[in-house]
């Protein structure tokens, strides 16, 4: 590990010395790729400089349990547990580090919610669980924008869509993805019974133009009115938009904007993403690296993690983690929850690459 390490800081100094560099300062490209290359290995190099200072720290240390000054071998003594536990605690980060990185971690995502089994009540959590995953952007200081959003018969939402945009949001959101199941009495059930629903969660890396290219002769757009709230355009222009992929039968639609051709641009968006998402799911799925299908059909047993309303728990059935106070997870407080399932993926890619199994992006 340590002579992979040195050939990163080698490369890291040699990226900053190219900085200096008057031909690449004077490229625009060149100056932008180099920069974001250096920044990609900044932590990494920052946190081997410090393992290594701690190294030769706890061999000086060492050193001085053989002192004949009783002062040294004290301070020593004192000094070692602290010193091994800082080296444990940087070899571990520095493996974390050093895993294969997801080349999507720092895109934006296309956030999808739909309401699954359960009716009405499916609904109503579905617009709950936007609303703590708007709340929680919010937070991330991430900018949120809702592209299009199906309203249910008796409140909630049938579906929505909406775009997250910031610093590493696929990092945290792509744990997220799965079946969502609640548990709890609805506001209409006289008996108190306890109701179980679900919802779906897709969360799908923004594609960019040299990742998927449209054929315009592929694309079959209709227009329509748009429904719902929306200013004063909504119900008297043809600004909303659907957009048919003819070869995979995808079909997106936009209607937030009061604009036709704006509505047809974020469409285009929604549509790269899910080719991209296809075309990433047929690659995991030869390298047999990850389970198939991302949400399953919405069955109550296909699910990733369960809110229990009467009990004040929220469950991840993948990791085996629970945790309590609802109320605060659903007003945005899910960093918690969010950080527990990366850490636990970043601890399964470190066990199969210390196993020479499979490499695994976390």
């Known amino acids: 590990m340590i002579d992979k390490l040195e050939e990163v800081e080698r490369k890291f100094e040699r990226l900053t010395a190219d900085l200096s560099n008057p031909d690449i ?7 932008q790729k180099v920069s974001k290359e250096r920044a990609g290995l900044e932590k990494l190099v920052e946190t081997f400089r410090t393992y290594r200072k701690v190294v030769d720290d706890l061999k000086e240390v060492e050193a001085w349990l053989g002192s004949s000054d009783p002062d040294e071998k004290a ?4 000094a070692l547990p602290g010193l091994k536990e800082q080296r444990e605690d940087l070899e ?41 995953y708007l709340r929680y952007a919010d937070r991330k200081g991430w900018k949120s924008e809702i592209i299009d959003m199906s309203p249910g018969s008796v409140g909630g939402v049938k579906d929505v869509s909406i775009m997250l945009s910031g610093e590493g949001v696929y990092s945290h959101m792509k744990y997220e993805s799965g079946v969502h199941r609640v548990q709890r009495v609805p506001a209409t059930e006289a ?12 969360v799908m890396p923004e594609a960019e133009d040299v990742d998927i290219k449209l054929n315009p002769a ?8 748009s429904t719902g709230s929306g200013g004063q355009s909504v119900n008297t222009t043809d600004s909303a938009v659907r957009l048919i992929h003819k070869p995979s039968g995808i079909v997106v639609k936009c209607q937030q904007e009061k604009s036709q ?12 993403a899910k080719l991209y998402e296809i075309e990433q799911e047929r690659i995991r799925n030869e390298r047999d690296s990850m389970r198939r299908g991302q949400v399953g059909t919405g069955d109550r047993s296909e699910k990733i993690r369960t809110y229990n309303f009467p009990q004040d728990r929220l469950t991840d059935h993948r990791i085996g983690l629970t945790v309590h106070n609802l109320p605060a997870i ?4 899910v960093e918690d929850v969010i950080t527990a399932c990366r850490t636990h993926y970043q601890a399964e890619a470190l066990k199969q690459q210390m196993g020479g199994g499979p490499g695994a992006s976390a």
């Open 330 to 333: 659903m007003s945005g407080g």
């Open 218 to 225: 592929d694309i079959e757009m209709q227009v329509m009115r």
């Open 25 to 31: 300062i004077s490229d625009t490209a060149k100056l």
């Open 75 to 78: 301070y020593a003594r004192e």
């Open 191 to 202: 008996q108190g019974r306890i109701h179980t629903s679900t919802i779906t969660v897709s």
């Open 92 to 132: 571990q980060k520095l493996k974390i580090l050093l895993l294969p990185k997801d080349p999507n971690d720092e895109k934006d995502v296309i956030l999808e919610i739909r309401a699954g089994a359960g009716g009405d009540e499916a609904g109503l959590f579905a617009e709950e669980v936007m609303q703590m």
């Open 261 to 272: 051709t704006k509505n047809r641009a974020m469409a285009e968006r929604m549509l790269r």
